[in-house]
Nanobody, 124 residues
Framework: QVQLVESGGGLVQPGGSLRLSCAAS????????MGWFRQGPGKEREFVAA????????YYADSVKGRFTISRDNAKNTVYLQMNSLKPEDTAVYYC?????????????????WGQGTQVTVSS
């Protein structure tokens, strides 16, 4: 089973930027699609972004399109989420997840392993 550890969360002012990282264990990271999800206070977990195993295909929720960028470095077993122009409504716990197939999905129930989450708070 792939183990995932997120980092990079914190407190940022509206309009600011953060970069989240998700480090994965295991030698098969490059075979798997990865996704980022978030769960705000009192809300259900929602899709944010996903990336194919090669990094050649990426997908975004409409709410973050143009502001967030997902990327991966298979040599470092790490996936990133660059978040720019942050808004208060982006406040949430952010989770990375692995899907043990090549093609990503927006459906959280199709992901096999999850990290522990990292808190992102956007506030002045």
């Amino acid at each position: 089973q792939v183990q995932l550890v997120e980092s990079g969360g914190g407190l940022v002012q509206p309009g600011g930027s953060l970069r989240l990282s998700c480090a994965a264990s295991g030698r098969t990271f490059s075979s798997y699609a990865m996704g980022w999800f978030r769960q705000g206070p009192g809300k259900e977990r929602e899709f944010v972004a996903a990336i194919s195993r090669s990094g050649g295909s990426t997908y975004y929720a409409d709410s973050v399109k143009g502001r967030f960028t997902i990327s991966r470095d298979n040599a470092k077993n790490t996936v990133y989420l660059q978040m720019n122009s942050l808004k208060p409504e982006d406040t949430a716990v952010y989770y990375c997840a692995v899907r043990t197939v090549a093609v990503p999905s927006t459906n959280p129930y199709t992901y096999d392993s999850w990290g522990q989450g990292t808190q992102v708070t956007v506030s002045s």
